[in-house]
């Protein structure tokens, strides 16, 4: 062992020398040692081969990064030394490789440095060969002719590369030679060959003794005795009824599933020829777990899970043996083809995927990628993919097998539907078929490709008049079917090169359509109008859209009435009036003639006494204006009598006016002929009087039929519901005397015209105009309720 420990220093100090000459040629830090070194052997100074200084290092903390296990090496922080932390057996740390590599990460701070050391730990022939056991016992019958071949169970020898098994020696023997067979990774496998026939009864048994030698300098060498007992003449060896056997087994079949049936038969007596049935020395421990043999019956039976898609086929080396004292065996290699079967579902990946479509992607845009991959083979690995549901979505095929693109199918309207949920399914062509399925959510962004669209086409308005400057008086709505910007609505007047005034006059509000009246409307200086808003999106290019506005103004009583007669020659409301002191009762003395130039109830007037000398002798009707005597004149009545009469309208805030008659009673004679130059005078003003009646008459007349077919051609075009009913209402009296009432849709409206009767006078102001009223409004015994 001392001898051996100087070897091995003499070697490191070897390999030492040999590395600092190479090193001085490289900039990489590299020591070789040898494994199974003693624990504190010094590998290099690495602080002196890094250029480093030493009495910096302990302040600086040079050390090696380790893992959570214990460092096979450490460094010294005062010398710089490197170190063998624990024994190093080279066969644990690097199993199975030629080259062991041990990279070491060294660090100081203050400031950070990081050095790479590599260590090669070289083998060393620190493990003899050595057989599974003790002793091999074989059992070769007498019978057994020269060139019979038995194989050994091969000796192991940790170490590897050239001090591995290299040869096998056989103790000297006459019977007996030794053959080297050569397995690749399997190493040398020793086969025994029978020289000569044996003869039992010469010697029954032979013992040799087999050494297994590696190749290290020296060699070590492990031994085993092989104990060989010759038996009594069993002459014939089990023989395979077939030549080759092949089946073909199911994946995932149950264990207990006979795969196939071998048999083997021995034509010798007795126990030697009875023949059982094992594994083949080479079969391993992957197929012992896989498969199980019947010694007596020769069935392999499943034993583990048969996956085809970890192997597709197996070789299993089955040995028949028979009974006799010395058994014969053959080998013979079952090879079992698993069958794939449909136990693996395709898979779905998404490669590509867009998640928003524009509504007006055309017809094969390209929305996703996906690739289907299935595990089985054949037909079972052969997937067709589809959409489930019904949508604007198709699948193609790519140039590469499995993969597919989804594409629109057909045009795409975001406002009838803005997300579709596509489902792919992939379903192979196996029996039964497997399917899976992966939906994945589509949004179709927004393209301005509607017009804002109004509420109503037309807008019919109604408004009073007398309305303030600046006021809102109505708004317009209307809406876009796209979304965002695309449906942000600005509004505005067509102001059109045609002489439209009126426009003039409003004004709108662009974000939410309300309509603005820059000046006061007159009822009795324009009735109607129309004009036209224009809606525009905000979308890129705009789309726009108009609608027609039809304004109705309604009359408010803002006109007081006028007085016509009387009127004196100043222009106020005064007359004078002689009758006869012997009139009867009921006697016309004269008629207060009013105007107003309001309609409907607004023009509607009434007539009343506020101021009477005598409240027995004259009477007025409220409705024509007529005074008439109650009673006939006395002796005791005055000559003189002054009446003030108060004309109102029937607005809701009334307004009214009052004229003055002096009524003089005067003898017959004298009333007669002032009655006669009166009378002249009276006939030629009541001429001018009616013939101006009959031209505002005919005005008012026509200004009438046209709103009525203004009105009727409005409600035609807008096609409502519409159901006229006219009621003649006979009981209406006083100025407005009769009128239609008509309904449309929501609204009830009333036509209002003059009254003509025996007695009484055309008022001008009494035009035909129509008034809205609602509906529980009536006319009934000339009140309006």
């Not at 040692?33 to 030493?54: F, H, P, Q, R, Y």
Request: hydrophobic letters at 35%; a negative charge; charged letters at 25%.
């Amino acid at each position: 062992m001392e001898q051996r420990g100087c070897r091995g220093r003499r070697w490191n100090a070897f390999m030492v020398a040999l590395f600092l000459l190479w090193s001085s040629a490289s900039a990489q830090i590299r020591y070789s040692i040898s494994e199974e070194l003693k624990e504190g052997t010094v590998v290099g100074n690495i602080a002196k081969d890094l250029g480093l200084d030493i009495s910096t290092l302990k302040q600086r903390g040079f050390r090696i990064v380790a893992g959570s296990t214990e460092p096979l090496f450490q460094v010294n922080q005062n010398d710089g030394l490197l170190y063998v932390n624990r024994k190093i057996d080279r066969e644990e740390v690097c199993k199975h490789t030629s080259v062991c590599l041990i990279n070491l990460k060294t660090v100081l701070e203050n400031p950070l440095e990081i050095h790479y050391v590599a260590v090669e730990v070289s083998d060393e022939n620190d493990h003899s060969p050595s057989f599974p056991g003790r002793k091999l016992r074989l059992e070769i019958p007498e019978s057994a002719l020269p060139g019979a071949r038995y194989q050994l169970q091969a000796a192991r020898d940790p170490d590897g590369g050239p001090f591995s098994i290299q040869q096998y020696k056989l103790s000297n023997n006459e019977h007996f030679r030794l053959e080297i067979k050569d397995r690749g990774r399997d190493g040398k496998i020793p086969i025994l060959n029978l020289l000569k026939p044996l003869d039992r009864e010469e010697k029954s048994n032979h013992k040799l003794l087999i050494t297994a030698i590696d190749g290290g300098k020296p060699p070590r060498s492990g031994t085993t005795e092989i104990i060989i007992d010759v038996l009594d003449i069993n002459d014939n060896m089990p023989i395979f009824t077939k030549e080759s056997y092949s089946v073909f087994l199911n994946e995932n079949c149950p264990s207990g599933t006979t795969v196939i049936q071998v048999n083997a038969t021995d034509v010798d007596e007795g126990s030697n020829g009875e023949v059982f049935y094992s594994f083949g020395n080479l079969v391993t421990d992957t197929l012992r777990t896989l498969f199980d043999v019947n010694k007596n019956t020769g069935e392999i039976i499943v034993k583990g899970q048969v996956d085809f898609e970890v192997q597709d086929s197996y070789e299993i080396d089955i040995q028949a043996s028979d009974k006799g004292t010395a058994p014969l065996t053959t080998d013979k290699s079952v090879i079992v083809k698993v069958v794939d079967l449909n136990d693996n579902a395709p898979e779905i990946e998404l490669t590509s995927f867009s998640s928003a479509v524009a509504e007006d992607s055309r017809p094969g845009s390209t929305v996703a990628l996906i690739s289907v991959s299935d595990l089985d083979s054949g037909l079972n690995g052969k997937v067709i993919c589809s959409i489930s549901e019904d949508v604007p979505f198709t699948l193609t095929p790519s140039l590469q097998n499995n993969m597919y693109s989804v594409v629109t199918k057909s045009p795409l309207d975001r406002e009838k539907q803005s997300q579709y949920d596509v489902t792919i399914v992939a379903k192979d062509a196996g029996q039964p078929s497997l399917s899976s399925v992966k939906t994945i959510s589509v949004t179709v962004s927004d393209v301005n490709d509607n017009r804002p669209e109004f509420s109503l086409s037309p807008y019919t308005f109604y408004i009073t008049e007398n309305n303030n400057p600046g006021a809102k008086l109505f708004t317009l709505s209307a809406f876009d079917r796209d979304e965002n910007e695309n449906a942000h609505i600005a509004y505005q007047i067509v102001r059109d090169e045609d002489d439209n005034k009126m426009t003039s006059f409003l004004n709108v509000n662009s974000e939410n359509g309300d309509i603005l009246g820059l000046k006061t409307f007159d009822f009795e200086t324009i009735k109607t109008f129309q004009f036209q808003v224009l809606a525009t999106d905000s979308g890129t290019p705009s789309l726009s859209s108009n609608v027609t506005v039809n304004v109705f103004i309604l009359d408010q009583n803002d006109n007081a009435p006028v007085i016509l007669y009387p009127v004196s020659a100043n222009g106020s409301a005064e007359g004078v009036e002689e009758i006869p002191r012997n009139v009867n009762a009921g006697h016309l003395v004269t008629k207060v003639r009013a105007y107003d130039a309001d309609i409907g109830y607004n023009g509607w007037l009434l007539f009343s006494l506020q101021e009477v000398s005598d409240h027995s002798l004259f009477s007025l009707d409220r409705y024509t204006g007529q005074i008439r005597t109650l009673r006939s004149f006395t002796e005791t009545d005055e000559a003189e009598h002054k009446l003030v009469i108060l004309v109102k309208d029937n607005g809701n805030v009334s307004l009214s006016a009052t004229a003055t008659v002096i009524i003089n009673a005067v003898e017959p004679k004298e009333a007669f002929a002032a009655s006669d130059v009166e009378s002249s005078v009276k006939e030629e003003d009541e001429n001018n009087v009616t013939f101006y009646l009959i031209i505002t008459l005919g005005s008012v007349s026509t200004l009438f039929l046209f709103s009525i077919i203004v009105l009727i051609v409005m409600q035609c075009s807008k096609t409502p519901d519409y159901t006229p009913k006219y009621l003649q209402d006979t009981n209406y009296d006083g100025t407005l005397c009769h009128s239609i009432q008509y309904r449309s849709g929501d609204k009830q409206y009333m036509l209002v015209g003059p009254r003509m009767s025996i007695g009484s006078t055309i008022v001008p102001g009494s035009n035909g105009n129509t008034l809205v009223v609602p509906d529980h409004r009536r006319c009934a015994s000339g009140e309006v309720s």
